[in-house]
């Protein structure tokens, strides 16, 4: 969910009977969203290729190739490519939801993937934040220090 990450939805909410709702992403160096709760859903990553930063209450894991982290339902978390090449991940949202209409109301939909990114702009930010709320994402402030 941030500047320069790219989405593909592997198994949408139809597909699933709204079971769970699977997405691959391309997280670009220093990319990733920002602290939030999903009050409502489990969400669990597994890192394909590269490695994240994953926050997850307190704990920080510095997840690599192979690694799966799970986060519980109203837990506070992020992720943040903290390497210099592009992170590959798989990530969950169980059940489905409308998490999938939070992406798709958020970010441009294309089946180019190699469509130019959409810039981080002010317009940008302000229609994911409003979707976020629409759909029971907590965004948090950033962490102080």
């Known amino acids: 969910m941030g500047p320069g990450d790219v989405y593909t939805i592997l198994a949408s909410s139809a597909e699933t009977g709204g079971d769970y709702i699977a997405l691959e992403a391309l997280v670009p160096p220093d990319g990733g969203p920002p602290p939030h709760i999903h009050h409502d859903q489990i969400e669990t990553f597994f890192i394909l290729e590269g490695e994240m930063e994953i926050t997850v209450g307190d704990q920080v894991y510095e997840a690599k190739a192979g690694d799966f982290v799970h986060v519980s339902k109203g837990t506070p978390h992020n992720f943040k490519n903290r ?15 409308d998490i999938e209409e939070f992406f798709r109301e958020s970010f441009k939909e294309t089946t180019d993937r190699h469509a130019p990114l959409e810039p981080l702009t002010d317009a940008f930010i302000q229609r994911m934040l409003e979707s976020a709320d629409r759909h029971d994402i907590e965004i948090l402030p950033p962490p102080e220090g």
Do not use: E
């Not at 991940?89 to 489905?96: E, S």
């Open 83 to 97: 390497s210099r090449t592009t992170t590959k991940m798989v990530f969950t949202f169980v059940p489905a939801g």
